[in-house]
């Protein structure tokens, strides 16, 4: 079993900037991807980020490219996003999610991910 908490959601003005924390426990085998997802009301939950784990290779959305930036800690098993130049569009519930399956996947792919946090709210007024 993996515990994800997440943390560092909140209200900002368009423009501004938040960092995302995400901190797993329960598991001490090293991960897969860990990566950041959001959900928007009445939308399907989509992909923002991930890192892999082994390498530190990341992966962005098209629409946070450029903005965002993802990070990782391997010693605490935490992975960051700073999220720059936010967007009112960029409000969502955002997740943290981590695979530890140890074969290639897409990183994009909800399917692809073991264990979710409950999600943090961010949001971003115009």
């Known amino acids: 079993q993996v515990q994800l908490v997440e943390s560092g959601g909140g209200l900002v003005q368009a423009g501004n900037s938040l960092r995302l924390s995400c901190s797993a426990s329960?598991?001490?085998?090293?991960?897969?991807?860990m990566g950041w997802f959001r959900q928007a009301p009445g939308k399907e939950r989509e992909f923002v980020s991930a890192?892999?784990?082994?390498?530190?290779?990341?992966y962005y959305a098209g629409s946070v490219r450029g903005r965002f930036t993802i990070s990782r800690v391997n010693a605490n098993n935490t992975v960051y996003l700073q999220m720059n130049s936010l967007k009112p569009e960029d409000t969502a519930v955002y997740y943290c999610?981590?695979?530890?399956?140890?074969?290639?996947?897409?990183?994009?792919?909800?399917?692809?991910?073991?264990?979710w946090g409950q999600g943090t709210q961010v949001t971003v007024s115009s």
């Open positions: 890192v892999r784990w082994s390498g530190g290779y990341t």
């Open positions: 329960g598991r001490t085998s090293t991960y897969y991807y």
């Open positions: 999610a981590v695979r530890i399956r140890p074969t290639l996947a897409l990183a994009s792919s909800t399917n692809n991910y073991d264990y």
